[in-house]
């Protein structure tokens, strides 16, 4: 997948969720929960959702527990093993994630990698996303190599990638607590313009999540047909 769609979706991504109602928002990795399902076609155990997002089988529960209770997952008990829960995506779960593909798909800015895609492709695109956990302050610093430019502002940043100033702001602060960022002034006397750049270490870091953003994979066919693959960017 090639930086500019990933960066393109998880933006669009990002503004939908601020639109939703607090009490109907998903992360973006419960939207991917509910994309792997739908494209699994069938039920999965909670071990098995961990393992395609990397993360422990306690972070797992605690993520599908908010999807079961609004209601677009159903779960039940394992025959062989009751330890292991099996989660299915339920109707009012495709609906949700209908909408919300179809929201990210308007959500695209025009002239952006993916704005001419369909909501069936943004499905398959979310579910590859989900294999990559990436935090805002990820997300600051893929957004700082992608612009090519020595530095941004934040209030740039904030429009790359869809997020509350606030959120933007904090991510920042801990990136410069890191020494992955540094924050100066536009010029020399600018009371409130800061601009943002990368450090060296920061540059190391954010390569590093271009490399892991390079190698995800996105499946062309779904439910039963063959496990053919492509890049995103073909």
């Known amino acids: 997948m090639d930086l500019k769609e990933y960066m393109s979706v998880r933006c669009a991504c990002n503004v939908v969720r601020q639109k939703t109602p607090a009490k ?3 992360t ?10 739908y494209e699994a076609g069938e039920e999965l155990r909670t071990s098995e959702i961990a393992d395609y997002q990397g993360v422990l089988r306690p972070t797992m529960t605690h993520r599908t527990n908010h999807l079961a209770r609004l ?14 829960v ?5 109707e009012k779960g495709i609906e949700v994630k209908d909408q919300l593909c179809a929201e990210v798909c308007n959500n695209i800015q025009n ?6 895609s369909s909501p069936e492709r943004i499905c398959k695109f979310v579910d590859a ?17 992608l612009s090519g430019d020595d530095s941004m502002s934040v209030s740039q940043i904030v ?3 869809g997020l509350l100033q606030p959120t933007v702001s904090m991510s920042v602060s801990s990136l410069v607590d890191r020494g992955l960022v540094s924050r100066n002034r536009a010029t020399p006397d600018a009371t409130r313009t800061l ?6 270490e920061g540059k190391a870091r954010a390569l590093e999540l271009t490399a892991e953003v390079n190698k995800i994979v996105v499946r062309r066919n779904r439910r039963g047909r063959n496990e053919e693959e492509e890049t995103a960017s073909e």
């Open 28 to 37: 973006f990795d419960e939207f991917a929960i509910l994309c792997h399902l």
């Open 86 to 90: 099996c989660c299915k995506i339920s």
């Open 71 to 84: 209601g677009l997952i159903t779960r039940h008990e394992g025959e062989s093993d009751r330890r292991n």
């Open 24 to 26: 109907e928002r998903l």
């Open 195 to 200: 601009q943002v750049g990368l450090t060296p």
């Open 111 to 116: 002239g952006a990698p993916l704005h001419r």
């Open 129 to 145: 996303m989900g294999t990559m956990f990436c935090m805002s302050g990820d997300l600051v610093l893929l957004a700082l190599q």
């Open 159 to 161: 429009r790359t990638l």
